[in-house]
């Protein structure tokens, strides 16, 4: 047993060295996932403050307009366009999309009129049906400003209101979901297209074959991989959770050695699909097709790219069945959430189910040339 | 002395082509034979059957008094295998390869001795990739004897050399079979056997057609009355080839 695992360690020591030296390698699993990770965080950081495009067109004189239209600019909500003087102009852009509405204020808005104290008027929201949302949204936002306006002018006690309360407990955000599904995306770049891509390779080149006439067995050469894996895994997934951390906010809760235990199930269980593809095929051309078959589906429905409660609920059961599925859940159950490894037995449990599963398929369909 | 492999009546069948019909022979301990053949004629796949790498349909193979098919397991340990064209992973060092070699049969050794074999250990630290044809090939058998086996198998090894690493292989051949091992291999040059094999066989179409050594085979050709149209000169282009460039070997890159 001992003569076994020196021979096991021997290959992770090895091949572990090769993979660092192959620059190609590196780029495809800790360069690429990190590429993803900037792009659709970006993507979602972008999301968290709503803002609307728009353009004030001013036509008024009056004091009180000019003043609300220097406002408008200074509100966070309202990124103003201030190139745009016009209405036609406004409505150019707005088609295009470029803008989501246009403010206007009307020739007498703000002008006292006669009979009254108060300056008043009324401003004018203009949008295109495409953007009907974005101009009811910002009706409602004017019509909160224009109320506490109106509050100096006219002192009137109203019967109801709406008191804001933010809860201090931490919600997850859009970023917590893409996150865990870019670290699934990761898992699977190494897990499934490494495998795939170097064992027909390998295969072709006779260098299997030339193993197998020494007395090593599938399952030491498995273990290698898999050990290998988890090494080369957890270091370009502590790679990605950095970045996240220090660029994109990631708050991590949860227990950073119940995450690595985690993380690594992950990969092997996962890996096992590459081993099983991998060491199946006879060359890149069944490698190929099959892998993709498999891959891309799974990508998308467990939730690698779109948080799967986006997705019909039929397809949430179905979705929730895959095995990359569990592995993403707990991830973020467990980092974002706080949640320790008792708490997601459900997840464990699938996941051990799956690890059983392939690996048997993957020691069964194994051939060495 | 007694044989360290005996084959007997050993069959090989692929749909309808008899690969290998019923061959017998036997090697003894330290000696090299020859397994000579057109195309097809079966060698590789006798090779590959005694090597554990294919099923065998028929008959036994023996070595060292253990069945390949009973216990392949056991015989991997007993075997070196050269393979046609060696490769290996790129990226990995020659000692490296030394190292992993070994340790698949659970050996830990030191890798610059066995590079040194093989006057190899000026290169011990470069990656597989840099090294020639000439190279590979005896890094191949220095990896195939790691762990010290009794047989060694080498398909064809000699295959898209030039004449300097030819002759070359050819020495370390020798010293192999100087340390006792038993050498099985294939070739398509008769020069070769004739120097290197201490017996051959003549395989056609899955049989062994011939079986002695090259004296004798070419003794008893000559017997039936066999002579050669042309006048054979005392020397040939490959001693005017060798003359003329030195028997150092070329493995400059």
Not at chain 1, 16 to 45: C, E, H, Q, W, Y
Not at chain 1, 76 to 81: F, I, M, P, T, Y
Not at chain 1, 89 to 94: F, L, R, S, T
Not at chain 2, 161 to 178: F, T
Request: proline share 4%; glycine share 8%.
């Amino acid at each position: 047993m001992k003569r076994s695992l020196y021979t096991v360690a021997t290959f992770v020591k090895i091949n572990t060295r090769r993979f660092f030296r192959d620059k190609l390698a590196l780029f495809f699993s800790m360069g690429f996932p990190l590429i993803f990770l900037f792009v659709f965080g970006s993507l979602n950081s972008g999301n968290k403050n709503v803002s609307f495009n728009v353009a004030v067109i001013n036509q008024s004189d009056s004091s009180f307009a000019k003043e609300f239209a220097k406002s408008a600019s200074d509100n966070k909500v309202l990124k103003v366009n201030k190139d745009i003087t016009t209405l036609d102009a406004a409505k150019e852009k707005m088609n295009k999309s470029e803008l989501d509405a246009t403010i206007v204020l009307p020739k007498d808005f703000g002008d006292v009129q006669k009979g009254s104290k108060t300056p008043s008027g009324q401003a004018e929201i203009v949008y295109t049906k495409n953007n009907e949302q974005s101009g009811q949204a910002l009706s409602s936002v004017l019509q909160a400003q224009f109320k506490q306006i109106n509050a100096k002018f006219v002192n009137v006690q109203e019967p109801f209101t709406v008191k804001t309360n933010e809860l201090n407990e931490k919600s997850l955000s859009a970023f917590d979901y893409t996150f865990a599904g870019l670290l699934g995306f990761s898992i699977i770049g190494m897990g499934i297209f490494g495998p795939v891509n170097v064992f027909p390779e390998l295969k072709k080149m006779g260098i299997l074959r030339r193993l197998s006439t020494t007395p090593l067995r599938v399952w030491q050469y498995f273990l290698s991989t898999m050990i290998g894996q988890a090494i080369i895994g957890l270091i370009s997934l502590t790679a990605m959770f950095i970045v996240a951390i220090l660029v994109f906010h990631l708050q991590v809760v949860g227990n950073y050695f119940e995450l690595g235990l985690f993380l690594v199930l992950g990969i092997i269980t996962i890996l096992g699909i590459g081993l099983a593809l991998g060491g199946w095929a006879k060359n890149e051309r069944q490698a190929a097709p099959l892998s993709n078959i498999i891959v891309f589906p799974m990508m998308f429905l467990s939730g690698t790219f779109f948080p799967r409660f986006l997705m019909p609920d039929w397809l949430q059961n179905l979705s929730g069945l895959l095995p990359l599925t569990p592995i993403i859940d707990g991830i973020r159950l467990i980092a974002t959430e706080g949640k320790h490894l008792v708490d997601i037995a459900p997840q464990l449990g699938l996941i051990g189910i799956w690890l059983v599963v392939i690996y048997f398929i993957a020691f069964r369909v194994f051939r060495w040339e | 002395m007694k044989a360290m492999i005996e084959v007997t009546d050993l069959k090989k069948r692929y749909g309808d082509k008899q690969a290998v019909d019923g061959i017998s022979f036997t090697v003894k301990k330290g000696e090299i034979f020859g397994i000579l053949g057109p195309n097809g004629a079966g060698k590789t796949t006798t090779l590959e059957m005694m090597e554990t790498l294919r099923p065998i349909d028929g008959g036994t193979v023996k070595i060292d008094g253990i069945d390949v098919s009973e216990d392949p397991q056991k015989i991997k340990y007993l075997i070196g295998v050269q393979p046609q064209t060696p490769a290996f992973q790129d990226k990995t060092k020659l000692i490296e390869v030394v190292e992993m070699f070994a340790a698949a049969y659970g050996e830990h050794v030191d890798p610059m001795e066995f590079l040194r074999d093989v006057e190899l250990e000026e290169k011990a630290n470069s990656y597989v990739e840099s090294l020639s044809g000439g190279q590979k090939q005896r890094l191949s058998i220095t990896t195939a004897l790691v762990h010290g086996p009794k047989v060694f198998f080498l398909d064809e090894p000699t295959t898209g050399l030039d004449p300097q690493a030819r002759r070359h292989l050819w020495e370390l051949i020798e010293k192999v079979r100087a340390k006792g091992i038993s050498v099985i291999m294939t070739t398509h040059y008769m020069d070769e056997a004739e120097v290197l094999c201490d017996r051959i066989a003549v395989m056609d179409n899955g049989k062994i057609v011939a079986i002695d050594t090259p004296k004798n085979l070419i003794q008893q050709l000559l017997k039936r009355g066999f002579s050669k149209k042309q006048h054979v000169e005392q020397a040939n282009l490959e001693d005017v080839f060798i003359d003329l460039t030195g028997k150092g070997l070329r493995d400059g890159q």
